[in-house]
């Protein structure tokens, strides 16, 4: 216990600062371990920090380094165990499988008897995977069909007005995302089932450390429901561009409608994925007191500050996994609401509203919901797993607990400030409403631009009619006194 005083009086004034009185005291304090003979042990901060948080005695020591800080480990042996606990699999299971009917990610899952810890796989030459190539060989027939009819008229209206051509300039970027599948989703297979495995441990030590398992009330039939609504909206968007529409024939929705859905579904798959953060976050937070009760409450509340730290990670791997996939989507979404929302706005200039401004308006509204929505749960994720979870900790009355559980408590908070649970895409971007609002001033900026130019081809055409217009009225003054003349000749004579 000597040394331990002595260390905790060199800390003490290493916090207070390195003033010449200060240096001159930690000085005096080293010589004095010097003299008693001391040696440096690296590991001494550690060693102690432990033995404050298990217990006093060499005994109690021994007993409790069996006990991880990282809480129970997962071997092999507990599969069962992990497919028994993983609620986050079998409530969201039919977007999983809706994914392997689409072809957009392949990954499988091992028999419930399999001894590994990895549940979720992904396989270049699985079955899943096997089974995307020919879903995605035979949709590439109409889309190529529908793509090469739009690209013709494109190259055939040259002579046609800007405007006129704008339309197939949109429905061809929409077709984009389908040829890009297997880039931006296929080769982050790996990933992804990193991110769901990620998930399923996490289920099973959160129950081993805080003892009640995660509930995730009315996922189930949410994720149902939107499997559901995601083929209906899609089909709703496209036969609407049918009727609205008149160069958008019936046969050409059926390479958007696939498409439309897979949009749709990602959108489901991050509003569903945040909600179980949020979920997650606040069952950690009320459960809360039961490591500030418990017998050794430092150690508890470092299994809690694990816990929470792998599920930052967990939402730092999301946005890894699906990065490529992401950030496509909001680059179509912006491309293709920016010309849009030009061509409804001209077209309103020129001939006031019409059905097809309307078709336009409806892609607009359709692309800026589904940007909101991901910005938005992103943000309300990150704000219920960080900052609410600091704020609960820092409600905890530092005087009712002992040394080294307020320490806990301040490393607890530092962790949240090193591992700020943030939506990122891979380093491209942070997901939250600031991306949606710097997107709304973005497209106003191309927008404003658009629209002068509009504007300058408007003034253009205005003063070539207005030359035609004297043009004529000068020619045919000019012909009249022509005509005026020869009357007058031919009275002379």
């Known amino acids: 216990?000597?040394?331990?005083?002595?260390?905790?009086?060199?800390?003490?004034?290493?916090?207070?600062?390195?003033?010449?009185?200060?240096?001159?005291?930690?000085?005096?304090?080293?010589?004095?371990?010097?003299?008693?003979?001391?040696?440096?042990?690296?590991?001494?901060?550690?060693?102690?920090?432990?033995?404050?948080?298990?217990?006093?005695n060499e005994k109690d020591d021994k007993d409790y380094q069996i006990k991880d800080l990282y809480g129970p480990k997962i071997t092999d042996s507990d599969g069962a165990l992990l497919d028994e606990h993983d609620s986050f699999y079998i409530t969201t299971k039919s977007l999983l499988v809706l994914f392997q009917i689409m072809g957009i990610m392949p990954i499988m899952r091992v028999p419930r008897e399999a001894k590994t810890t990895k549940r979720t796989t992904y396989d270049w030459i699985s079955k899943a995977t096997l089974w995307a190539y020919l879903v995605w060989g035979l949709e590439c027939i109409i889309v190529v069909k529908v793509g090469r009819?739009?690209?013709?008229?494109?190259?055939?209206?040259?002579?046609?007005?800007?405007?006129?051509?704008?339309?197939?300039?949109?429905?061809?970027?929409?077709?984009?995302?389908?040829?890009?599948?297997?880039?931006?989703?296929?080769?982050?297979?790996?990933?992804?089932?990193?991110?769901?495995?990620?998930?399923?441990?996490?289920?099973?030590?959160?129950?081993?450390?805080?003892?009640?398992?995660?509930?995730?009330?009315?996922?189930?039939?949410?994720?149902?429901?939107?499997?559901?609504?995601?083929?209906?909206?899609?089909?709703?968007?496209?036969?609407?561009?049918?009727?609205?529409?008149d160069d958008f024939e019936l046969w050409h929705s059926f390479a958007?409608?696939?498409?439309?859905?897979?949009?749709?579904?990602?959108?489901?798959?991050?509003?569903?994925?945040?909600n179980a953060f949020s979920t997650a976050s606040h069952g950690l937070a009320t459960n809360l007191h039961?490591?500030?009760?418990?017998?050794?409450?430092?150690?508890?509340?470092a299994q809690y500050r694990h816990l929470w730290v792998d599920l930052s990670h967990m939402m730092q791997q999301l946005g890894r996994a699906y990065s490529n996939m992401y950030g496509i989507y909001c680059?179509?979404?912006?491309?293709?609401?920016?010309?849009?929302?030009?061509?409804?706005?001209?077209?309103?200039?020129?001939?006031?509203?019409s059905y097809k401004e309307m078709g336009l308006f409806v892609i607009v509204g359709y692309?800026?919901?589904?940007?909101?929505?991901?910005?938005?749960?992103?943000?309300?994720a990150s704000r219920k797993v960080g900052l609410e979870f600091q704020v609960r900790l820092l409600n905890v009355n530092l005087g009712a607990i002992d040394r080294s559980t307020q320490r806990e408590v301040e490393m607890f908070l530092v962790a949240i400030a090193k591992n700020p649970p943030i939506m990122n895409l891979d380093g491209f971007t942070n997901i939250n409403r600031e991306l949606?609002?710097?997107?709304?001033?973005?497209m106003s900026t191309y927008l404003i631009v658009l629209m002068q130019f509009k504007l300058t081809l408007l003034r253009q055409s205005a003063r070539r009619a207005l030359r035609t217009i004297v043009s004529a009225v000068f020619s045919t003054n000019a012909t009249m006194i022509d005509d005026d003349e020869d009357d007058d000749d031919d009275d002379e004579e």
């Open 1 to 56: 216990m000597y040394y331990k005083g002595h260390l905790s009086e060199l800390i003490r004034f290493r916090r207070r600062g390195q003033n010449s009185t200060t240096q001159h005291k930690i000085g005096q304090i080293m010589n004095r371990n010097n003299q008693k003979n001391w040696m440096y042990n690296p590991n001494q901060n550690e060693d102690m920090r432990k033995r404050e948080m298990f217990g006093q």
């Open 149 to 245: 009819e739009r690209l013709t008229n494109f190259q055939q209206s040259s002579y046609k007005r800007f405007d006129e051509i704008i339309y197939n300039i949109i429905f061809l970027s929409i077709l984009i995302p389908h040829f890009l599948l297997p880039i931006a989703s296929w080769r982050h297979g790996p990933q992804v089932a990193i991110f769901k495995n990620m998930w399923t441990h996490y289920q099973l030590k959160y129950l081993k450390i805080t003892g009640t398992p995660i509930i995730f009330p009315n996922l189930y039939y949410l994720t149902w429901g939107l499997c559901v609504f995601s083929w209906g909206l899609s089909f709703t968007v496209v036969l609407s561009q049918h009727y609205l529409q």
């Open 256 to 274: 958007y409608y696939h498409i439309i859905a897979m949009l749709d579904g990602f959108c489901s798959l991050w509003y569903i994925n945040c």
């Open 290 to 301: 039961k490591a500030l009760e418990a017998d050794y409450p430092a150690l508890k509340l």
């Open 331 to 353: 680059m179509v979404i912006f491309f293709t609401t920016t010309i849009s929302l030009y061509g409804a706005l001209t077209e309103i200039l020129e001939h006031g509203l």
């Open 367 to 380: 692309c800026m919901t589904l940007l909101f929505i991901i910005c938005n749960e992103a943000y309300h």
């Open 436 to 442: 949606f609002t710097a997107n709304i001033s973005f």
